[in-house]
């Protein structure tokens, strides 16, 4: 009797060939490469963005201004392109100025670069709006024990901005997370190109975008469960919402 074809052949999800599941375990640990790298690229670009547009001069603040409307107003997508293949032909074009050779850049630095650049932008909103929210009252006492600006940034202000920071920052990494699936559009091997590569070979379509949503969906799950614990942490001392 032959199979029925409405049933689901969970052997393609076999981690050993000729199942794709470890196609699909190697592509998720690209994304997490990438969603961490871009992650951490786009907060130390969003942390030097928000103390420059609050305490820089006026041209820097103008030109963090220029930066993070151009990121928020593009479309992601466009921006990965124009960043991805303009950029690097950009930084081949200034080696081959300073007489060397154009160099290869990896598919995953570069798309750790594209995702931390399109971070950066809305890392430097967030603290700066968390920078803000800190009352003035406890950099005024800061100042009047003698404290200097970098301790008053290192006891006084990092730490009473942080609770107001985690929920915007917990949203951007879940964004860096989906972001990476637009790295399918420049070949970049991560989960969402994997997935649609198995899925166009087998036929089992179903089967594999079902497989890589659990997957995010982990992602996100285990994400959530991190942050509550870095929240909590972070708010002790505080008092609860009413």
Not at 110 to 133: C, M, N, W
Request: aromatic share 8%; with cysteine; glycine share 12%.
């Amino acid at each position: 009797m032959a199979a029925d074809p409405t049933l689901i052949n969970w052997s393609l999800l076999a981690l050993d060939p000729p199942g794709w599941g470890g196609v699909l375990l190697a592509g998720l640990v690209n994304s997490i490469k990438i969603a961490v790298g871009g992650y951490a690229l786009g907060l130390a670009l969003g942390t030097g963005g928000a103390f420059g547009k609050l305490y820089g001069g006026p041209v820097l603040k103008d030109l963090l201004e220029v930066y993070t409307t151009l990121v928020r107003a593009i479309p992601e997508l466009v921006l990965i392109l124009l960043l991805y293949y303009a950029g690097t032909d950009l930084l081949n074009q200034l080696m081959t100025a300073l007489g060397h050779g154009p160099v290869d850049i990896s598919g995953l630095a570069a798309g750790i670069f594209v995702i931390g650049v399109v971070q950066g932008a809305y890392s430097t909103e967030v603290l700066r709006g968390a920078i803000k929210a800190v009352p003035a009252g406890q950099i005024e006492a800061a100042r009047a024990f003698g404290m200097s600006p970098t301790q008053i940034m290192r006891r006084v202000t990092l730490p009473a901005m942080l609770p107001h920071a985690i929920p915007g920052l917990s949203n951007l990494w879940l964004i860096a997370t989906k972001d990476t699936a637009l790295l399918a559009v420049v070949g970049f091997s991560e989960l969402t190109l994997v997935t649609r590569q198995a899925a166009g070979t087998t036929k089992a379509y179903l089967l594999f975008f079902c497989a890589a949503g659990a997957l995010y969906l982990g992602i996100t799950l285990i994400s959530n469960l991190v942050i509550r614990i870095v929240e909590s942490r972070a708010r002790r001392g505080m008092a609860a919402p009413a």
